[in-house]
T-cell receptor, first 116, second 110 residues
Framework: GAVVSQHPSRVICKSGTSVKIECRSLDFQATTMFWYRQFPKQSLMLMATSNEGSKATYEQGVEKDKFLINHASLTLSTLTVTSAHPEDSSFYIC????????????FGNGTRLTVT | EDQVTQSPEALRLQEGESSSLNCSYTVSGLRGLFWYRQDPGKGPEFLFTLYSAGEEKEKERLKATLTKKESFLHITAPKPEDSATYLCAVQAGNTDKLIFGTGTRLQVFP
């Protein structure tokens, strides 16, 4: 079945540094990818929709200058958390829609970001 | 406003004790309702998509049903390996994104 690969799975960084998270669709092309954030025991909150070859669409309340999204190819989207602070610590999950596979949204295994 | 509410928040079952999880939704023009399973520290794993009221889908011990206001995920004779958080999400007719509920944390004890 369709696979979405997310890397790294865990990252610890110091406050003020930037972190890049990669999301790849391994066996299908994804013109659209989605980035979610999940706090402990809470639901997935959509942060932004990543569109290949164009600017991402951010949800209300999400700082686009803080969370930089690049979707340069049909199989890769990246999320960069710039100038990270402890409150950015969270579980970030990407997803991509496999249109040929019944338009199912498949998820990566997430990235646990800890900012110290 | 589109909204998804799942209940119960947590459910403890004995192995073999069947039960149901509920997902109530309000959405402007349902395009699809999705069930996912999420294990700790992992991303959600797709289970089912339901598109219209009356539709049912089954996979092993799981069966998902849909009405105009809610969906149920029935678990028949669960096993410990069914322990996970089950997430429900809806897609409204005018958008490509999913709105998730907060999930039901299921624990099945041997």
């Amino acid at each position: 079945g369709a696979v979405v690969s997310q890397h790294p799975s865990r990252v610890i960084c110091k406050s003020g540094t930037s972190v890049k998270i990669e999301c790849r669709s391994l066996d299908f092309q994804a013109t659209t990818m989605f980035w979610y954030r999940q706090f402990p025991k809470q639901s997935l909150m959509l942060m932004a929709t990543s569109n290949e070859g164009s600017k991402a669409t951010y949800e209300q309340g999400v700082e686009k200058d803080k969370f930089l999204i690049n979707h340069a190819s049909l199989t890769l989207s990246t999320l960069t958390v710039t100038s990270a602070h402890p409150e950015d610590s969270s579980f970030y999950i990407c997803s991509a829609r496999d249109w040929q596979g019944g338009s199912v949204l498949h998820f990566g295994n997430g990235t646990r970001l800890t900012v110290t | 406003e589109d909204q998804v509410t799942q209940s119960p928040e947590a459910l403890r079952l004995q192995e073999g004790e069947s039960s149901s999880l509920n997902c109530s939704y309000t959405v402007s023009g349902l395009r699809g309702l999705f069930w996912y399973r999420q294990d700790p520290g992992k991303g959600p794993e797709f289970l089912f998509t339901l598109y219209s009221a009356g539709e049912e889908k089954e996979k092993e011990r799981l069966k998902a049903t849909l009405t105009k206001k809610e969906s149920f995920l029935h678990i028949t004779a669960p096993k410990p390996e069914d322990s996970a958080t089950y997430l429900c999400a809806v897609q409204a007719g005018n958008t490509d994104k999913l709105i998730f509920g907060t999930g039901t944390r299921l624990q099945v004890f041997p």
